[in-house]
């Protein structure tokens, strides 16, 4: 059975929603899952000042945080994470940037990995955000799995990323089509990772 790690930054539940639809998806896809958020590095008095953002922080107390074991368990990660200024947000970087001791023991070598995001607006840095997070795979030596132009809903012009699943918050709640195009996501990761060997 392939091992799916879904690690997550999300400040006010839209990546957060988006990797429930991934952890959802692995397992009817048959992977075993972890599904897991980064910690806060935000002030509380930065919290909340933003009523989403304090709201959701308040209600995903449950969800465990994600540690090495859960990258050195996986056969495969799925990332996600908000843009800020087309990166990555330093919530995610930052447990990013603890990951030496797996690479220098070549533990992140041939593991499957895939990207997701959230931006406020239509051009807000999905696709920057996505290939900055590829910037660490590459030095893993992991492999990079993204959905491509692989079904028609990634030609929809709304919707369509072939770098990874992406949503404009500023239009609104993740909907139906961003839920297809991360299952479209998720599905491809398992299937490459079960190929590859994982499981």
């Known amino acids: 059975m392939v091992k799916l790690a879904v690690i997550h930054y999300s400040q006010t539940g839209n990546v957060y929603e988006m990797a429930k639809t991934a952890a959802r998806e692995g397992e009817e896809a048959g992977a075993e899952v972890r599904f897991r958020k980064v910690a806060e590095l935000a002030p509380p008095e930065a919290i909340a000042s933003n009523e989403a953002w304090s709201n959701h922080h308040g209600s995903t107390g449950h969800v465990q945080e994600a540690t090495l074991d859960d990258l050195d368990w996986a056969d495969a990660v799925m990332w996600g994470s908000p843009t800020r200024y087309g990166l990555p947000t330093s919530q995610l970087k930052q447990f990013i940037d603890i990951t030496g001791p797996l690479w220098q023991e070549g533990k992140l070598v041939d593991k499957v990995?895939?990207?997701?995001?959230?931006?406020?607006?239509?051009?807000?840095?999905?696709?920057?955000?996505?290939?900055?997070?590829?910037?660490?795979?590459?030095?893993?030596?992991?492999?990079?799995?993204?959905?491509?132009?692989?079904?028609?809903?990634?030609?929809?012009?709304?919707?369509?990323?072939?770098?990874?699943?992406?949503?404009?918050?500023?239009?609104?709640?993740?909907?139906?089509?961003?839920?297809?195009?991360?299952?479209?996501?998720?599905?491809?990761?398992?299937?490459?990772?079960?190929?590859?060997?994982?499981?």
Do not use: C
Request: aromatic letters at 8%; hydrophobic letters at 30%.
């Open 113 to 199: 990995m895939s990207s997701f995001t959230s931006t406020q607006t239509s051009h807000g840095g999905q696709e920057s955000t996505i290939l900055a997070l590829n910037n660490t795979f590459y030095h893993w030596g992991a492999i990079i799995v993204s959905p491509g132009y692989t079904d028609p809903l990634q030609f929809d012009l709304e919707i369509g990323n072939p770098y990874g699943a992406s949503h404009i918050g500023g239009k609104g709640p993740v909907g139906e089509k961003t839920r297809t195009a991360i299952g479209i996501q998720t599905r491809r990761v398992v299937d490459v990772a079960r190929r590859l060997g994982g499981g």
